[in-house]
Nanobody
């Protein structure tokens, strides 16, 4: 059974940093892309960043460009989101997403989420 487990969320002051991690376990499929989404209370879930595999092409939401960096460690089957210069509006539940390819099909998986809360 494929599982995505996020970690690294927490409380942070404006201007602070956090590093989120998402580990994929139980997969025998290849990874096509991994992303981080976030959802704030009362708002729709939005795409924050994506990294493709292979190639490592990255894409970011305009709201986080220059502040957040997505990266991956294929040997550990883990994706990271380095979040710097955090703002109160970055407060949200952050979800890891993986698109995997196996047996000729694409399969989508989600983690359970990790909370990032800004406070002053």
């Amino acid at each position: 059974q494929v599982r995505l487990v996020e970690s690294g969320g927490g409380l942070v002051q404006p201007g602070g940093s956090l590093r989120l991690s998402c580990a994929v376990s139980g997969s025998i499929f290849s990874t096509v892309a991994m992303s981080w989404f976030r959802q704030a209370p009362g708002k729709e879930r939005e795409l924050v960043a994506t990294i493709t595999n292979p190639g490592g092409t990255t894409n970011y939401a305009d709201s986080v460009k220059g502040r957040f960096t997505i990266s991956r460690d294929n040997s550990e089957n883990t994706v990271y989101l380095q979040s710097n210069s955090l703002k109160p509006e970055d407060t949200a539940m952050y979800y890891c997403y993986a698109r995997l390819r196996g047996f000729g099909t694409l399969r989508d998986y989600w983690g359970q989420g990790t909370q990032v809360t800004g406070f002053s």
